[in-house]
């Protein structure tokens, strides 16, 4: 069952071709025929979030976003958590996704969390401010990156808080103090990720720390299900908003 399961993604992965007019079908597009196993496969790809999750130290009665948060499988890195939150938010584009975070929290009986259709650039809370904003393997995902980080620096609060999960490529040059990659590495995985619409970027990680204070960061790499000996390249970053 479980290869079945696997077997479903790697197609949607590797052949199904991803349609659609805007970001919004294409996310469709692509998560629609996989959202049932989409997390069991994940939690082997996707390392770091319950690392990042526990690396927030997140007020009592927090507003907590969750951008590009899916199925609502990062809920279950709260533990005891999640009900000192005041509210938990969380975010995405695709409608099939979101689908199955309603029945995680209708399943849980969590009163304070609201799954919500809507764009990473412009959703605001109804609070109109965040005490954390997180991205857990979606900033990749979204086009307009640079606009994603500014809206959650915007909702955030003063000292505020920014988690960030996820894939990419080191500069040719990096900064003093950061990894350097290989040209394999820097080139061959934005090609692999790309056909899938995910953009590993040199950019990410000095944009946020240009733009945050940093708290934690963390580079690491992952193993990738089904290809022994290869490693993806992922990190881990919270910052303050000044």
Known sequence: MALASDLKVLYHLALKPVRGSDHAGRMESFYAGQAEAYDD???RLLQGRESLW???DAPDNAVWVDMGGGTGANLDFFGDRLNRMGKIYVVD???SLLKVANQRIADRGWKNVEAVEADATTFR???????VVTFSYSLTMIPDWFAAIENARQMLRPGGLIGVVDFYVSRKYPAEGLRR???FTRSGWPLWFGLDNVFPSPDHVPFLRSKFATQHFHEQRAKVPYIPLVRVPYYTFVGAAR
């Open 41 to 43: 496969f994940r939690k």
């Open 54 to 56: 526990q690396a927030i």
């Open 93 to 95: 584009l695709a409608s």
């Open 125 to 131: 809370p109804t609070e109109g401010h965040a005490d």
């Open 181 to 183: 990659h290989g040209w």
